[in-house]
């Protein structure tokens, strides 16, 4: 009934022993009728836990007896306060997560990854309000779950007023097409979330002009697929950003704007490169901080120079490089010497494609560096694999800097055990904490080592 948009349902049910017709064919009397409809929440439905009722059987003639405009009328009055009464925060989008459990990740991973999503989801700024989970084999072609799960996501859906469904994973035009057709609300996968995050950040020139042309690259091949259901449905996560207003221009005026903006991009990287040239020449030693988005990158330039670079609990919390100069001490002659070290954009799991070429200008701080520092957010219950993707994702890249330094930050809020534990398993690690500055003299040294090999 929700699928189909109906309001009432009347079923009727024959007695079979009818009269012949005269050119054959039976014909029966109405034996029972019964009377379905949608149920609101109510004193006697608190928790939705029932979506319909339907009556007892009844005579024909106490159907005919029944209003059925008033009946209608009543439950739309019903169904209208409570969906205002979800509606508070009109800018709030309402999310239903859908993961999908397949043989590749084990139960940890899953749940890790659905910790993720909601993070992320409510970073983006909707409000999760209901996390739907299915274990398969694989993936449907053409709804990612089944239909019987379809079903289940478009009547929570319904029942709990909720615009927006988040999937777990990318979804193609035309999954996307068809779930929204079922569901009747909008749907993205979470490479949309994630560049929806990104545009909200985006603060300077280069991170609008990066944002916009990872959010083109991302609708280009969904163009089709998106146009009529992206305006029936309205905004929200996965519509904002600089990229906004193009939706709806033809394909190849999308395609011409990408290719503005690679040029653009280039011209950035272009311009980056010289400035990078310049310090080389001065022969300053250069170390990237990269790390899991959240480990405290930015904290830790922070605490190791004057930088005031922006830092908060939340998710991609840093797009824009920043370079600045630390003094660290010569191991044999006590001097200072100078190096620079830069803060840039975090890592996720599964990082789009569409984000790692856009960002490329960005990203390029990294491999053109002398060093890299690999940070990690030790308090995070799933440090191992933050750990292990940052790893992945460096080594996607087309060449990397020789020597990596591994940096446990967050210790302050770590088990002594862990701790033990930790330096048995990587002793050439070293264990700090940005915030309450534990650690930082020994960072130093070891940052000079790398200098000096
Ligand atoms: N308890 C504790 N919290 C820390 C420490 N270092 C950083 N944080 C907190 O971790 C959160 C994230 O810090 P950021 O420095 O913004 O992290 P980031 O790696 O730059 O994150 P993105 O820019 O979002 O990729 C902030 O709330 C920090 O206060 C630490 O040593 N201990
Ligand atoms: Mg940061």
């Known amino acids: 009934m929700v699928l189909q948009r109906l309001d009432a349902l009347v079923t009727l049910s024959l007695t079979g022993g009818g009269f012949q017709k005269r050119g054959g064919g039976v014909t029966g009397y109405v034996q029972q009728a019964y009377l379905a409809h949608l149920l609101p929440v109510s004193e006697f439905n608190p928790d939705h836990r029932y979506y319909w009722t339907v009556s007892p059987p009844l005579s024909l003639e106490t159907l005919t007896q029944q209003d059925f405009i008033s009946l209608v009328e009543g439950l739309e009055a019903e169904f209208q306060r ?37 993070r992320l989801v409510e970073t983006a700024g909707g409000e999760v309000l209901e996390v739907l989970e299915q274990k398969r084999s694989s993936t449907h072609p053409q709804t ?9 996501i478009a009547l929570r859906a319904q029942s709990l007023g909720a615009n927006l469904v988040v999937f777990d994973r ?20 979470r490479t949309e979330v994630i560049l929806d995050i990104f545009a909200q950040r985006a ?9 916009e042309l990872a959010q083109l690259e991302y609708q280009l091949p969904r163009l089709i697929g998106r146009g009529q259901s992206l305006s029936r449905l309205g905004g929200g996560i996965g519509t904002r950003g600089p990229g906004e207003t193009k939706l709806e221009t033809e394909r190849r005026a999308i395609q011409r704007r990408i290719a503005r903006l690679q040029e653009e991009v280039n011209l ?10 310049q310090r080389q020449k001065q022969e300053v030693f250069s170390i990237a901080i990269v790390g899991y988005t959240n480990a405290g990158k930015s904290t830790l330039l922070n605490a190791l ?39 840039t954009v975090g890592f ?33 219950p799933a440090w191992e694999n933050q750990f292990k993707s940052v790893l992945k994702i460096l080594e996607d890249m087309p060449f990397l800097p020789g020597p990596m330094l591994w940096v446990f930050n967050k210790i302050d809020q770590v088990a002594p055990g862990m701790l033990d534990w930790i330096k048995g398993h990587y002793p050439d690690a070293v264990l700090i904490s940005a915030t309450s500055r534990l650690g930082l003299d020994e960072l130093r040294n070891r940052l000079s080592q790398i200098v000096h090999n």
């Open 268 to 277: 950035l990287m272009a311009h980056r490169s010289r400035l990078r040239q």
């Open 348 to 380: 996720i799991h599964e990082l789009p494609a569409e984000l790692v070429d856009a960002f490329r200008a960005t990203l390029e701080e990294v491999i053109e560096a002398d060093a890299l520092l690999h940070l990690v957010d030790l308090s995070h």
């Open 170 to 189: 990318d979804l193609s035009p035309t999954q996307i097409r068809n779930l929204e057709m079922q569901i009747g609300v909008r749907v993205i996968d």
């Open 305 to 343: 120079t004057q930088a005031e670079v922006y830092v908060a609990d939340q998710l991609f919390a840093t797009l824009d490089p920043t370079t600045r100069r630390v003094q660290v001490p010569n191991l044999t002659t006590g001097e200072l010497i100078t190096i620079l070290l830069t803060d």
């Open 144 to 152: 990612v779950v089944g239909a019987g799960k379809v079903e289940e």
């Open 203 to 211: 603060q300077s020139r280069a991170g609008k002009l990066q944002v």
């Open 82 to 118: 409570e969906y205002i009464a979800q509606k508070v925060d009109k800018d709030q989008d309402r999310v239903i997560l859908m993961g999908v459990m397949t043989q590749k990740t084990t139960t940890e991973q899953f749940t890790e990854t659905m910790i993720e999503l909601t």
